[in-house]
Each structure stands twice: as C-alpha cells, then as structure tokens.
C-alpha cells in the first residue's frame, strides 16, 4: 500500500518543487501592469521586447526539436519509411509553425502585458540593447536548460525526506494512507 502512495507522494512532489524552482525567475510587477491598459504603444515595445530577446524564435527551435523525436519515433516503429520521406519532415513542420508564429505572437503579448509595466518593458528594452543584456540572450535558453536539470535533480534529492516527514506530521494526526 505504501509503495503505491509513496510513488504517488514523490511524484506530486517532485512536480510540486520543480514548478516553484521554476517560478522564482518570474519576475515582474502583475498587479501594476495589469492596471494598466494595453496601449498601441506599449503593445510595440512588447514586441520589440519579443523581437530582441528572440522570444519567437523559439517556436523554431522547438520545430528541430519536435522533428527529432517524430523522426526517431517513426525510425524505431516503422524502419520501413524511406530516408527521403523523413527528411521531407522538417520543411512540413517549420511551414507550420512559421504560419502560426503570429499567433504565438498574440499570446505573449498580454502575457508581457500582465507581467510588466510599460515602463518596466522600457528598461528591459534598454537592458537587453547593453552588451550584458545581449550576452543574457545568447547564454539564457542553455541556462535555462541546465537549471532546469539541475532543479529535477534537487527535487528529486528533496523527495524522499519530503514523503517521510509528512507521512511523520500525518501519523501524528492520526491520518494513515
């Protein structure tokens, strides 16, 4: 019995950690921006913002990725496709998301919107044209990738004790799972 809430404790509980590491990089004052409207301006300078910080482009770096794993799917269930019909894979999903680029486009802007004054967008603007701010940009999709990793992996360390301290705090309470 207990193995099989353990395994569900730890897995609510590595997802749990793993989403708050994530949420410490938000950054942003919500309940300023969001009292502010979405003027014509500050719409542009939010896609200015997407437009420098290359936002958008990672809908195409997604394409390479979704390309790969459809591409070793189809190699593993179905050796049979030939090489030429596989390799026709990236131009058909790179259409795709480049028509849909505009969209995505819709939906960060009032995502920027409730997260950032427009004077806030202002200064990340002017941060991102500095040198530091450029090399923020190039450097933050791999550091984003290995905190990532490195954040699965504390919560993952944190797991175990996390389960036997609150299965400890609910015996006390007289709770058995």
């Not at 997802?15 to 979405?38: D, K, R, T």
């Not at 603007?125 to 990532?148: A, N």
């Amino acid at each position: 019995y207990w193995a099989e809430h353990d395994e569900t404790l730890g897995h609510i509980v590595r997802h749990v950690l793993i989403s708050a590491a994530m949420l410490l990089g938000v950054a942003g004052s919500p309940a300023a921006a969001q009292a502010e409207e979405l003027t014509p301006d500050k719409q542009a300078r939010i896609e200015q913002l997407l437009e420098m910080t290359g936002a958008l482009s990672l809908g195409r770096q997604m394409s390479s990725m979704v390309v790969q794993q459809i591409t070793d799917v189809l190699r593993t269930s179905r050796p049979d496709i030939p090489q030429r019909a596989l390799a026709a894979l990236p131009s058909v999903i790179d259409d795709l998301i480049g028509e849909r680029l505009p969209a995505l486009r819709d939906l960060l802007v009032p995502l920027y919107h409730r997260h950032f004054t427009a004077a806030e967008i202002t200064s990340l603007i002017d941060f991102y044209g500095t040198e530091v701010g450029r090399k923020t940009i190039r450097v933050m999709p791999q550091l984003l990738q290995e905190s990532m990793a490195l954040g699965q992996k504390w919560g993952e360390s944190l797991g175990p004790e996390i389960q036997r301290r609150v299965r400890a705090r609910l015996d006390q309470e007289g709770v058995k799972l």
